[in-house]
């Protein structure tokens, strides 16, 4: 298996591309603020910091991949081919970024699009 490629990231620096398999608390369990994903019963340091590591991890790819799908969102949104296209003011003000975040994400997310057409 070959290593997985760094795809451009809008805030600087190569990113890799890694599965997030995440684990969901249950509703009770999550409404405790003390509970997070059961770290606070592990009493053997070496297991708690390998336990909060996978998590972070698991936590940072997902907020990865989350934002890969921002990207391909605004591009599409901002595509001059679309009736309904949006200025990139108006996406920036949807997703809470400043219009200048806007254009780099309409931008990956462009360079996202033309990399799945060329797989």
Do not use: C, N
């Not at 936590?59 to 949006?86: S, V």
Request: proline share 11%; hydrophobic share 40%; charged share 35%.
């Amino acid at each position: 298996m070959s290593e997985p490629r760094p795809a451009p990231d809008p805030r600087g620096g190569p990113r890799y591309r890694r599965p997030a398999p995440l684990l969901f608390e249950p509703p009770d369990a999550a409404a405790d603020p003390e509970h997070f994903f059961d770290l606070e019963s592990i009493e053997d340091p070496r297991e708690l910091l390998g336990r909060a590591t996978e998590l972070a991890l698991a936590f940072r790819a997902a907020a990865d991949r989350a934002m890969e799908f921002q990207a391909l969102a605004a591009a599409q949104l901002a595509d001059p081919k679309r009736f309904d296209r949006l200025p990139d003011e108006a996406i920036a003000e949807r997703a809470e970024w400043t219009a200048d975040y806007a254009r780099k994400m309409i931008e990956f997310g462009r360079e996202l699009l033309a990399d799945r057409t060329h797989e």
